[in-house]
């Protein structure tokens, strides 16, 4: 079987992207499970080695077929959008505007099938809108780029996965964005992408919204109106799906117990905590829904370290794994 193309794209330069990817590639185990080019800039990609003082070199290539064949190269498609003098742990629109670039080339090429996964270095969100870049990250603009408009935010841990009905929105907006049509189609996506990963058949649990799932209306009526009837629905389809199940347990069912695959949270915090909890410096990011597949760091650019080499490169060589696993999946008759 051939290894799967893995696009990398080098996220916001003045944080920890760079240096993260370096050391995840230095470790030999990344070619034999694929193919990895990264998307971005060379002089920064070389910084990022001298940083860190992994063994390894840098070349530019002009299209993802021609690299990441060799263990101990870098290559990269190189946009060479940035001055070599960019300064670490600033939040600057050249970097936020450079990292969009990355992403939007990555993404076109992974549509053409010249890669066969995208995964995402972090971005910084204020230096993107400095930069003329309008999104809250890269789950919408990847939604933006594909023109996909039914999305959602996985995260997965050792421990642990999650898959969010609502994300990047206020807290005081989150009931009235619970819908059943919504609660639904999450619990389809949790179904189509744990399959993709290889489990035949999940268990997915799904947790309610209000304390004790609402106390029969007394704390709240979405979960009996909106969520179960959708868990109801995936029932019918012969799917594997439990709920709403109040959240103060569900975690611990689902990470200590073994009794689920993957957990439908009603909003952000809800997911990303007991995930950040379990797993800081493991877990990954996978935007479902999309007609590409695209894994990432699941932490932001921590400006508090970039530039000194100290950056964790666990989540950065999680999420190549996954990424890899998942395009052996779904290009298997490619591969």
Not at 94 to 108: K, L, M, P, Q, V
Not at 271 to 287: Q, R
Request: a negative charge; aromatic letters at 4%.
């Amino acid at each position: 079987m051939k290894k799967p193309i893995l696009g990398i794209t080098m996220g916001d330069a003045a944080g920890i992207g760079p240096e993260i990817i370096a050391k995840a590639l230095a470790k030999k185990e990344m070619y034999g499970l694929a193919r990895p080019v990264v998307f971005g800039d060379l002089g920064m990609m070389e910084r990022a080695v001298s940083i860190t003082g992994v063994p390894l070199k840098c070349r530019a290539v002009d299209a993802p077929a021609e690299g990441g064949g060799d263990s101990g190269m870098i290559d990269v498609i190189d946009l060479h959008n940035l001055p070599q003098d960019l300064p670490f742990a600033k939040v600057d629109g050249r970097a936020g505007r450079a990292a969009y670039a990355y992403i939007e080339s990555a993404c076109r090429h992974a549509m053409a099938h010249a890669v066969h996964a995208v995964v995402t270095a972090p971005l910084n969100k204020e230096a993107l809108n400095l930069g003329g870049v309008h999104f809250p990250g890269h789950t919408e603009i990847l939604a933006h780029l594909t023109g996909t408009k039914d999305f959602s935010m996985m995260l997965t841990s050792p421990k642990l996965r999650v898959i969010h009905v609502t994300t990047h929105i206020a807290f005081r907006d989150v009931p009235d964005a619970v819908k059943k049509e919504r609660v639904a189609k999450v619990i389809g996506l949790a179904q189509e992408t744990l399959t993709l990963m290889g489990i035949q058949k999940p268990r997915i649990a799904v947790a309610g919204l209000n304390p004790h799932c609402g106390e029969g209306g007394l704390f709240g009526d979405e979960d009996e109106r909106e969520i179960a009837p959708a868990v109801r629905e995936a029932q019918e389809k012969g799917w594997n799906v439990q709920g709403p199940i109040p959240p103060d347990s569900v975690f611990h069912r689902a990470a200590n117990l073994d009794e689920f695959d993957i957990v439908v949270v009603m909003y952000h915090d809800q997911g990303h905590i007991p995930i950040k909890v379990l797993g800081f410096d493991c877990g990954v990011n996978v935007t479902v829904g999309l007609p590409i597949i695209r894994t990432s760091v699941d932490h932001g650019t921590a400006f508090a370290v970039a530039g000194t080499g100290k950056a964790s490169p666990d989540s950065m060589v999680e999420a190549l794994k996954l990424g890899a696993q998942m395009a052996k999946v779904r290009f298997a008759a490619d591969l």
